[in-house]
């Protein structure tokens, strides 16, 4: 049997920052639309409210980002409310060609990506609140083939019905560690020394919030074996190491 070439204490990546966006129950599409007008002089009319829920995440960790991020967005899937209105025209025989190319799954990669000056990787990737770390592991993968490049990783929710939790929560995840930077380190670690089990949240961005909540409350984050991989921590980097790190 092969051994795993991933041993523990292996520095993976760096997690250098978080940011969310947590839209108010019913919150309307005008607001969303007027916080991205106002706070980053985007003109979002004819975006999706998951476009505009994913930028209103995504955006606060894009200044001094390195060249051509790549960016990589989980979702169960893209604009519910796009679709129903899409479905609604071509009932009435009036199909529009900018509800569809707006609720297209990349829509939302292909605008942050625009908005970045991007020519870095866009990847949409279907998930759900089971399998919310899997985006992560896709992440590794690339840093692992291309180690120099920074990762824009986001889990984004628009609700499918009443009353459910919409929003964005985003990680800048780098294969080095940035200069000036604090972070996170992610590495391998043990199976003894990891958790079996992750929170159970049953739908899907309370599920990727509870990852991040984790993160903070604890200061790291232990993550099971899964798949190929070995377990993960996730923990922050002191001074000295930082100055080693780099």
């Known amino acids: 049997m092969m051994s795993n070439p991933l041993n523990p204490g292996r520095t993976l990546a760096y997690l250098q920052a978080t940011a969310r966006f947590i839209a108010e129950l019913q919150q309307p599409d005008g607001e969303l639309r007027r916080l991205l007008r106002e706070q980053y002089g985007i003109d979002a009319r004819r975006l999706s409210r998951f476009t505009l829920l994913a930028l ?51 829509a939302a990669t292909f605008q942050l990506a625009q908005i970045l000056g991007s020519s870095g990787n866009s990847v949409f990737l279907a998930a759900d609140a089971a399998d919310c770390l899997s985006p992560l592991y896709a992440v590794l993968n690339a840093l692992l083939a291309e180690p120099g490049q920074t990762v824009l990783l986001g889990w984004a929710y628009e609700q499918s019905g009443h009353e459910e939790q919409e929003g964005s ?78």
């Open 169 to 246: 929560v985003w990680w800048q995840v780098s294969g080095s560690l940035l200069p000036g930077q604090h972070g996170w380190r992610i590495s391998t670690t043990t199976i003894d020394d990891a958790i079996t089990s992750m929170p159970h949240q049953s739908t899907f961005l309370p599920a990727a919030l509870a990852l991040e909540e984790r993160l903070h409350s604890q200061g790291r984050l232990l993550l099971p074996p899964h798949g190929i991989w070995p377990a993960l921590q996730i923990e922050p980097l002191p001074a000295n190491e930082i100055r080693n790190e780099m």
């Open 56 to 106: 209103l995440g995504a955006l606060p960790l894009c200044q001094g980002l390195p060249e051509k991020p790549a960016i990589y967005l989980a979702s169960p899937f893209s604009s519910p409310s796009r679709m129903a209105a899409m479905q609604q025209k071509l009932a009435a025989s009036q199909p529009s060609p900018l509800d569809f190319m707006a609720n297209l799954h990349n």
